[in-house]
Nanobody, 125 residues
Framework: QVQLVESGGGLVQAGGSLRLSCTTSGRAFSKYGMGWFRQTPGKSREFLAAINWSDEETHYADSVKVRFTISRDNAKNTVYLQMDGLKPEDTAVYYC??????????????????WGQGTQVTVSS
């Protein structure tokens, strides 16, 4: 069972930045497709960004593609989400997810089967 642990959330003022990290326990992390999502109370989980094995392909939601950047460090079994220009509407619980099938796919086609517990991001106005 692959475990994912997010960190880096917190309280930040509008216009500020945060970098979220997600570290996994999987031995084959370099072959996992990785993604970030967020959720606010009463709403469904929203896709934000995804990255394939070797950084060669990423995909972003239109709402964040200019402000957020996904990256990964396979040596550290970690995926990151750099968030700049944060807005109060970015306030949410942020989750990382993994496609652990070890099948090389476009980030648009990831089948997420492992999730972290989430980290809270609060942006004050």
């Amino acid at each position: 069972q692959v475990q994912l642990v997010e960190s880096g959330g917190g309280l930040v003022q509008a216009g500020g930045s945060l970098r979220l990290s997600c570290t996994t326990s999987g031995r084959a992390f370099s072959k996992y497709g990785m993604g970030w999502f967020r959720q606010t109370p009463g709403k469904s989980r929203e896709f934000l960004a995804a990255i394939n094995w070797s950084d060669e392909e990423t995909h972003y939601a239109d709402s964040v593609k200019v402000r957020f950047t996904i990256s990964r460090d396979n040596a550290k079994n970690t995926v990151y989400l750099q968030m700049d220009g944060l807005k109060p509407e970015d306030t949410a619980v942020y989750y990382c997810a993994a496609d652990t099938s070890e099948v090389r796919r476009s980030p648009l086609l990831f089948l997420y089967d492992a999730w972290g517990q989430g980290t809270q991001v609060t942006v004050s106005s």
